[in-house]
């Protein structure tokens, strides 16, 4: 498996160089995207930017919202 290039971390995580963020890489062909936690960086979840586009579709339109009681 291809290993991630540079680290990027989440616009959402705010500023500071804290532990409490959201990193993201691709592999040098854009093939893989990895994940992973800023405090747990050895623990990562890979996935392809299609099904990645997807759930980041799904969270922003609401469709994976939990219903209010």
Not at 32 to 41: A, G, M, N, Q, Y
Request: proline share 9%; net charge negative.
């Amino acid at each position: 498996m291809s290993m991630p290039g540079n680290w990027q971390k989440s616009s959402f995580s705010g500023s500071g160089d804290g532990n409490a963020c959201v990193e993201l890489a691709s592999t040098p062909t854009c093939t893989t995207i990895h994940l992973r936690e800023s405090d747990t960086p050895t623990t990562q979840l890979t996935t392809a930017p299609a099904p990645l586009a997807h759930l980041l579709h799904s969270i922003r339109s609401g469709a994976l919202s939990t219903p209010s009681t």
